[in-house]
């Protein structure tokens, strides 16, 4: 069984959820802003298995001054029913739609990052390309070093950065068809390492028109295993151990 250490539960219908959770030994379920934050506290609270983390998506329009005191007071007050802050970062894919001044999305993950250093959490990181060496800079500032970029791609440079640091990766199930993320199985130590599958996000290759579940973890797993030289029991063990020792679980 392993740990999904990235997916939007809130997202799924409620019918679908038990079948998800039969699949895993548990799986951390991050939020997009207060509403999500509430329906994830919810699932928390009925299914053991559902560790949460509380955030703010940074691909879409950002708070106003009062919404964003809400959404900060709301987690300080539910900090005993969350493993994490998340999801949090920067908007790489919204700015290659439309123009966007970043300087107040990086100012509100820093007190985000703030925020994750008063709680004693771990942060669950969106930043990706040259994103990623901005928040290594913030993540310094405040030498918080828990950190976990989920779905990370960025060039060897900023890779070799975030490995000195001890900063964690998960890997998604596009590990099968993207020449990218097997450079970065390559690169990356397993010993910061983790599975995720961002879902309900769908993937492509053998993973097209198929609903976005934990099962495809596994294939994740078998290309780490490949690429690794390792066992698929080896690789399992590992990741699921690394997953557990950062998230506390
Ligand atoms: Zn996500």
Sequence with gaps: MLIDAHIHLDQ??????????????ALIAVSMQLSSCQKTLHLAKVYPKVKAAFGFHPEQPLLDEIEEKAL??????????????????????????QALDVRPYEALLERFIVLAKELGKPI???????????????????????????????????????????????I?????YEEEIQQLIQIYPI?????????????????????????????????????????IQQVAKIITQNTKNFYRL
């Design 12 to 25: 799924y219908k409620d019918v679908e959820i038990p079948s998800l959770l039969a699949e895993v030994e």
């Design 72 to 97: 900060f007071d709301w987690i300080r007050a539910h900090r005993d029913n969350m493993v994490a802050v998340g999801e949090v970062g920067l908007p790489y894919y919204l700015r290659q739609e």
């Design 124 to 170: 669950v990181l969106h930043a990706v390309y040259e994103d990623a060496s901005i928040v290594c800079d913030l993540l310094e500032k405040h030498q918080l070093c828990q950190a976990h970029f989920h779905w990370f791609k960025g060039d060897e440079a900023v890779m070799k950065r975030m490995i000195r640091r001890g900063y964690f990766i998960s």
């Design 172 to 176: 998604t199930p596009d590990a099968l």
């Design 191 to 231: 010993d910061l390492m983790m599975v995720e599958t961002d879902g309900p996000w769908s993937f492509e290759g053998p993973f097209t028109n198929k609903p976005t579940s934990p099962w495809m973890m596994h294939s994740t797993i078998e290309v780490i295993a490949a690429i690794k030289g390792l066992s």
